[in-house]
């Protein structure tokens, strides 16, 4: 009987051991639920990171390859210049040597015949030998002195023109083409008044024509190439509408003679030349020059410019591609003058 309440008695704490291990389990549960719940809302917030790492410029790998080309070719070129400098510094010091040898032979020859003077005669030669001594190491420094003064005396010029300011030409406008370093006047006004002249004789041949191409000159060393079209538009007539035809001028081109026209730029810009005629005719006020000049020639163009700018006139610029002909139509648009 005794035995039976003391098993009785065990019971409840059994079922107190039992409920505190269902808790832990439960906690456990409970614990790995939340972590793996913070694991996934870590790994929601890294993709976004990820995409904008997608969304970064990926580097321009045909930019980057033509670089590497650019050093590359750069690297050679100065691998080029160096063995170059290398054979001619090794041409060179072969020269050295060689004088080397020269004068050594030719001191031993001195020292032979030297033994073979008495001793007034190679002190006379000593004296002599320090007297060319002294007169070449007094002719250098005199060179050296003459080049500092002239250093110190000659000023840095700094060619400056005023900045440009461009505006369209109106008034009296003088032409010159500028190519392969000759300066070549332009008879621009006379070739127009003769294509005013002759234009209205080739009407009729564009009866039959939608357009035309006629030539005239050659004036002042150029033929004048030009084209005539038939153009039709709409016009109110009466109340109603009608179709007009009227002849217009295209295009125009002006072919040289020949090539070597005109006169070297040195030339013109002495006196007495023809550009110097030219410009002596010509009112600064008045008289805007037009060059019409070629890549082969850029760099005479600035002194031309240098030297219109000192005579007043304004000058524009009208640059050509290479093998461009001077060519102007009613489309066109005016010279700029600076």
């Known amino acids: 009987m005794r035995k039976s309440n003391q098993a009785l008695d065990l019971a409840p704490g059994q079922d107190s ?17 939340v972590i793996g719940t913070r694991t996934q809302t870590a790994a929601l917030q890294a993709d976004p990171d990820a995409e904008r790492l997608d969304m970064l410029p990926k580097p321009d790998l045909a930019a980057a390859r033509a670089a590497a080309v650019a050093v590359e070719s750069d690297i050679r070129e100065i691998d080029g210049k160096i063995k170059r400098q290398l054979v001619e510094v090794a041409y ?25 003077l008495d001793g007034e005669q190679q002190a006379r030669l000593t004296a002599t030998r320090e007297l060319l001594a002294a007169r070449e190491e007094w002719e250098d420094l005199k060179a050296g002195r003459q080049a500092l003064e002239h250093a110190a005396s000659t000023p840095n010029v700094i060619e400056h023109l005023p900045t440009p300011m461009a505006k369209t030409v109106f008034g009296t406008e003088l032409h010159f083409r500028l190519l392969q370093g000759r300066l070549t006047p332009i008879p621009w006004d006379q070739l127009v008044a003769k294509l005013k002249e002759e234009a209205p004789g080739n009407v009729a041949k564009l009866k039959d024509a939608a357009a035309v191409t006629e030539t005239l000159g050659p004036i002042g060393g150029f033929w004048m190439k030009y084209t005539l079209r038939r153009v039709q538009q709409l016009a109110s007539a009466g109340g109603g509408l009608a179709v007009q035809q009227r ?26 030349s023809e550009f110097q005629e030219t410009l002596a005719h010509a009112d600064p ?12 020639s850029f760099n005479q163009f600035r002194t031309l410019k240098a030297e219109l700018f000192r005579r007043g006139f304004l000058t524009a610029g009208r640059p050509l591609p290479e093998g461009h002909p001077i060519g102007g139509s009613p489309d066109g648009s005016r010279s700029a003058s600076q």
Do not use: H, S
């Not at 409920?19 to 614990?31: A, P």
């Not at 006020?285 to 082969?296: A, H, I, K, N």
């Open 247 to 272: 002849i217009e001028l295209d295009r125009f081109v002006l072919v040289p003679v020949q090539e070597d026209l005109g006169e070297p730029l040195e030339q013109a810009l002495r006196a007495g």
């Open 285 to 296: 006020d008045r008289t805007t020059v037009t060059v019409w000049v070629y890549p082969d």
């Open 92 to 116: 060179r010091r072969k020269e050295r040597d060689k004088m080397l040898e020269v004068l050594t032979a030719v001191e031993r020859q001195l020292q032979q015949q030297r033994g073979t």
């Open 17 to 33: 051991f039992l409920d505190v291990t269902c808790n832990l389990v439960g906690i456990l549960i409970i614990l790995i639920m």
